[in-house]
């Protein structure tokens, strides 16, 4: 089955996001009513009101890097891709395991797979 366009799926959450609102201002509405009137699923919606986050919008636990860690690195590859030096896949790997080592722990985390910035690189849109 193909993924629904990205603009089809914003319209869904913010359809599933005005009925939460109004579920919320008048909990006595008929979710089944609620999810005819914004045109989402019904199961969604009572999903959502039972307080499970969607999928996308939850962090796996076998991620290593926080957010910031993602976010930083993201940057410095567009960095140097913009002074013209486009990073190696090797290189990235490299600076991911640099980023898990400035955290101290300890003990210390074990280094990133062979195929991790390969998966990185696909997973981020601005690259």
């Not at 509405?29 to 039972?50: C, D, F, G, H």
């Not at 076998?62 to 993201?74: C, M, R, Y």
């Not at 290189?91 to 985390?109: E, F, I, K």
């Amino acid at each position: 089955m193909a993924s629904q366009p990205h603009a089809q799926k914003l319209a869904k959450e913010g359809r599933l996001g005005l009925a939460i609102a109004s579920f919320q201002s008048n909990p006595l509405l008929s979710v089944r009513k609620l999810a005819a009137a914004y045109n989402v699923p019904e199961s969604t919606l009572r999903t959502r009101l039972r307080g499970i986050q969607p999928k996308h919008a939850t962090r796996s636990p076998n991620q290593k890097l926080s957010p910031t860690e993602e976010q930083a690195l993201v940057d410095w590859i567009l960095e140097l891709d913009r002074r013209g030096f486009p990073p190696q896949i090797i290189d990235v790997r490299r600076m991911g395991d640099n980023l898990l080592a400035a955290r101290g722990q300890q003990p210390p985390p074990l280094p990133l797979g062979k195929l991790w910035a390969s998966r990185f690189i696909q997973s981020q849109p601005e690259l």
